[in-house]
């Protein structure tokens, strides 16, 4: 009798002969714990502080570390801080990736392109694997792996990668794959982005100062090659010019420090601090490094930093909130994508082609063709 062994490879999901091959688009986001509990935010934080690409801290002195000290402390500490922006829907930022990814599907979709797309987050449901599974499952043939981090890091960009590569390894058809490595100068993304401070100007007055808060790295990444910085500067010029303002109505911070090690600077919260003891009173702040709104922006920022800003003889700080489900961001989204997507076949087919196409079957069949 055959000898029968294990498989390395996932199972593949039934086909048809004959089934029309679908494109894809995977977008993609950090993650959420799935509760503001601390066991949630000890599976969410084991997972996402365990990779690799995250903490670059060798794995024998980072994982006792991690799963000794950090994992027995800091998971009660981040509940309280994920509490305070909860929603009726859970998590902000899986609420706004969720709308995001439907919203890019029907802009497609409305401008006559026939696209699966699906949300997925690196860390926390749904799960990348799970979700390439079921594009696989629904005919997708060709994917492209969108992030929603303008800014190409190792730590966050190349780590979805990795799970992408990860799920590749253990298929045995592959889809053709592609890649967007950042958006950080697209464009429509500039356009979106300054259309939402004007439009925060409008209604509700301009600050003294304009602050972009971006997610911090540490400075070491910097030197060894990381672009994270330079394009976060570069972003931070292509809006300041589209707001037309002059150098002295802005600046660049990064927020979110952890540890002891260097990271990039100046520091939001301290910068902040800095500016209300120097007497400015009205201060307007941005992350344009987020595409959606979660634990960073909402407690970090509009609450950590606004009480640190108002306490050091600030007056008025305003937090001008992420694309979100803006129709402008979802645009510049749609327009990134065809970009990425072009020479695949994405255009949906006319009631006249299917009809071409049922034709062609019928008249195949009657002359006994195999399907």
Known sequence: MPLSLPSRFAPEPAHTHGQAERCAILLCNLGTPDAPTAPALRRY??????DPRVVEIPRLLWLPLLHGVILRTRPAQSAAKYASIWTPEGSPLRAWTLRQAALLQTALESAGHRLLVRPAMRYGQPGMAAQLDALKAEGATRILVLPLYPQYSGTTTASVFDAVYAWAARQRRLPE???VNQYHDHPGHIAALAHSVRQHWQQHGQGEQLVMSFHGVPERTLHLGDPYHCQAQKTARLLAQALQLPAERWRITFQSRFGKAKWLEPATEPTLVQLAQQGLRHVDVICPGFA??????????????????????????DYIACLNDQSEGVAALADLALQHLAGWPTAAPTSAHNESQSASRDRALAQGAPQ
């Open 45 to 50: 934080l084991a997972e996402f502080l365990g």
């Open 177 to 179: 794959l592609r890649f």
């Open 292 to 317: 959606s709104d979660c634990l960073e922006t909402l407690e970090e920022i509009n609450q950590e930093a606004r009480h640190a800003f108002l306490q050091a003889g600030g007056t008025r700080f």
